[in-house]
């Protein structure tokens, strides 16, 4: 059984720091593409952040850049998102998912339960 299980999210200050976590399970994750994608309040799934199996590949939205970095650590089929610098328009839930293709080939097939960032004051 596939399973993706986030962890990490809570409710900071504005500049503050968090890391999001994912374990995955059920398949073989040094060979799987990774990406964290959040929903804000009341609108739709925005991709966050991807990072290829290779570990040296990372995409960002443009909104994140320069505040997030994405990793990864086979050993422990775990995928991390350091967040730094949030900001209240990072409010949402993020997903953690398993991709494969590339651009508009993309597409998503395993997702885990989803942990709350909140970033207020």
């Known amino acids: 059984e596939v399973q993706l299980v986030e962890s990490g999210g809570g409710l900071v200050q504005p500049g503050e720091s968090l890391r999001l976590s994912c374990t995955a399970s059920?398949?073989?994750?040094?060979?799987?593409?990774m990406a964290w994608v959040r929903q804000a309040p009341g609108k739709g799934l925005e991709w966050v952040s991807s990072i290829y199996s290779s570990g040296s590949e990372t995409y960002y939205t443009d909104s994140v850049k320069g505040r997030f970095a994405v990793s990864t650590e086979n050993a422990k089929n775990t995928v991390y998102l350091q967040m730094n610098s949030l900001r209240s328009d990072d409010t949402g839930v993020y997903y953690c998912t398993r991709f494969s293709g590339r651009l508009s080939g993309v597409s998503f097939d395993y997702w885990g339960q989803g942990t709350q960032v909140t970033v207020s004051s």
């Open positions: 059920g398949f073989t994750f040094s060979q799987s593409h």
